[in-house]
């Protein structure tokens, strides 16, 4: 079997990396370069990247390929950030750069050759007969499945998580074993294949200021003021620079370019326990029998899950949960794993979040 290997420059792909060789698998491997965008932002960290990934290409004497994806990266993904907070939604750029990027545009320009792509991702895969389904990562916390939500049942099929067993502090030991350079890097947590690059600074290139008033819900009344509402997603808690707090944002008016906020006293506007979506990814097949399936979800990346009970009626899918919701924002994915959260089925994209009497 011929395997691909999508090498970043950080621990997890590169422990991903020492077990296929300790497994005898022998990847080729690849690293996916972004670069800068037409007025020169830099994918910061891109440089030291290459550093390890060279560096890892000759400690384990497999070929290494740079396969550069600029173009569709700033056209797709970026422009997708910058189109869905203009809206006033919250992105999820992590879910486009996966299918998209990595198991998308990769396959076709250089993965088509391999009958596997592995990546450093915490996911694994159950097989049951002739079916590939995405399955959770032992690591709960790491689990990445929420990422990976949106890539189609042949990428699925390709994909191979050699991590999906391990837990994290396991990859850091291995990587400190076997001295491997990138054992004491920092996990990323920008934006996919950004970096270091700051998510408001990011956001301010492309859609410069609107300052606009910061209203309490309940009351009306002024208690601030924000640089641009895109700068902030519902359920917000930090980075509104008000004080008397925790204040949480409630509700973003558009037209009027108004942020409201609430102290959390008004659990009825601030939490839900109704999500719905107008259409739902299924990575392997429509898993419900019907019109409707218990469930477990995620509405952010969180180890937690949540049981539900998922409908589809009138041509658009609604989650119905068993417990309140905080920040149900729309724009953002939901993710549907089944009742004993092991298997991933699929996710949609949030339209709104609502609060239903029991």
């Known amino acids: 079997m011929k395997r691909a290997l999508l090498l970043s420059g950080g621990v997890d792909s590169s422990v991903a990396l020492h077990l296929m060789m300790e497994r005898g698998e022998e990847p080729d491997l690849f690293y996916i370069y972004i670069g800068a965008d037409e007025e020169g932002f830099e994918d910061c960290p891109s440089e030291e990247d290459m ?24 056209d797709y993904v970026v422009q997708y950030i910058i189109d869905t907070v203009r809206a006033g939604r919250t992105p999820h750029p992590d879910m486009l750069c996966n299918r998209i990027i990595k198991f998308g545009y990769f396959n076709e320009y250089a993965g088509r050759d391999y009958d596997q792509i592995a990546t450093g991702h915490y996911a694994s895969k159950r097989i049951v007969g002739d079916k590939h389904y995405l399955a959770t990562a032992v690591d709960a916390l790491k689990d990445q ?38 054992a004491k890097r920092k996990d990323s947590q920008g934006i996919c294949f950004l970096g270091k690059v700051d ?80 259409e739902m990814h299924f990575i392997t097949e429509n ?70 009497a029991k």
């Open 145 to 182: 499945t929420d990422f990976l939500a949106q890539i189609t049942y042949p990428q699925l099929v390709k994909a191979h998580f050699p991590l999906g067993e391990l837990p994290k502090s396991e990859v850091r030991r291995i990587a400190s074993m076997e001295h491997l350079v990138t």
């Open 287 to 356: 898993s419900m029998e019907g019109n409707e399936q218990e469930v477990t979800f995620k509405v952010r990346h969180t180890p937690d899950f949540t049981r539900g009970v998922l409908r589809h009626e009138g041509g658009i899918y609604t989650l119905f949960s068993e417990e309140l919701i905080q920040g149900i924002a729309p724009g953002q994915f939901c993710t549907i794993y089944d009742v004993e959260h092991k298997i991933c089925h699929g996710s949609g994209v949030i339209a709104r979040g609502m609060r239903l």
């Open 51 to 74: 550093e390890m990934v060279r560096w890892l290409a000759r400690h384990y004497g497999r070929p290494l390929e740079v396969i550069n994806l600029h173009r569709e990266y700033w």
């Open 199 to 278: 998510y408001n600074q990011f956001i301010e290139k492309y859609l410069g200021t609107q300052p606009g008033a910061i209203v309490e819900l309940e009351t009306g009344r002024v208690v601030g003021e924000h640089r641009g509402y895109w700068f902030h997603t519902i359920g917000q808690r930090k980075g509104l620079g008000l004080s008397g707090g925790p204040w949480f944002v409630i509700r973003k008016d558009i037209e009027s370019n108004t942020l409201f906020v609430s102290r959390g006293y008004d659990v009825e506007t601030q939490y839900g326990n109704v999500v719905e979506m107008p």
